[in-house]
């Protein structure tokens, strides 16, 4: 199958070293950074809009942003239990939870977000099953 791992990033932004590191993840041992909108907000909506499913590990608002946006399309998403952030709150969100500390924080409008499907979240006890997940929907 065609390799596709790369990072999205804004243009104002370069990829961070760290990055680098993630190359050796890719058959071709080298991981392309393609430019996605003016700033992280719009790369955000970008993620949201392309990716066929998300895995969250941890993450913010704009994470959440991310997956919400994926969710909102019919997409699934991939939560790594435990890892904290984004995504306990989509573990609890998968439970029929919105976490008040959603509710009580003015950037985010949660309204749409509890409309959306619990049965879109999909939960990894580990990285390894998360993967899983994710070769899985490639054979299907």
């Given at each position: 199958?065609?390799?596709?791992?790369?990072?999205?990033?804004?243009?104002?932004y370069?990829?961070?070293?760290?990055?680098?590191?993630?190359?050796?993840?890719?058959?071709?041992?080298?991981?392309?950074?393609?430019?996605?909108?003016?700033?992280?907000?719009?790369?955000?909506?970008?993620?949201?809009?392309?990716?066929?499913?998300?895995?969250?590990?941890?993450?913010?608002?704009?994470?959440?942003?991310?997956?919400?946006v994926?969710?909102s399309?019919?997409?699934?998403?991939?939560?790594?239990?435990?890892?904290?952030?984004?995504?306990?709150?989509?573990?609890?969100?998968?439970?029929?939870?919105?976490?008040?500390?959603?509710?009580?924080?003015?950037?985010?409008?949660?309204?749409?977000?509890?409309k959306?499907?619990?049965?879109?979240?999909?939960s990894?006890?580990?990285?390894?099953?998360?993967?899983?997940?994710?070769?899985?929907?490639?054979?299907?």
């Open positions: 199958p065609e390799d596709k791992f790369f990072v999205l990033i804004p243009s104002q370069l990829p961070p070293k760290e990055y680098d590191l993630l190359a050796r993840f890719n058959t071709k041992k080298e991981l392309s950074a393609v430019i996605a909108g003016k700033n992280m907000q719009e790369r955000r909506k970008y993620v949201g809009e392309i990716a066929d499913k998300l895995i969250v590990i941890n993450g913010g608002l704009g994470t959440l942003d991310e997956a919400v994926a969710m399309q019919g997409k699934k998403v991939i939560s790594l239990k435990n890892s904290g952030g984004a995504a306990t709150w989509l573990e609890s969100f998968k439970k029929g939870v919105v976490p008040s500390v959603l509710e009580d924080d003015e950037r985010v409008d949660y309204t749409p977000i509890i959306l499907s619990p049965n879109l979240v999909e990894a006890s580990t990285v390894e099953e998360a993967i899983n997940y994710l070769w899985r929907d490639l054979r299907e």
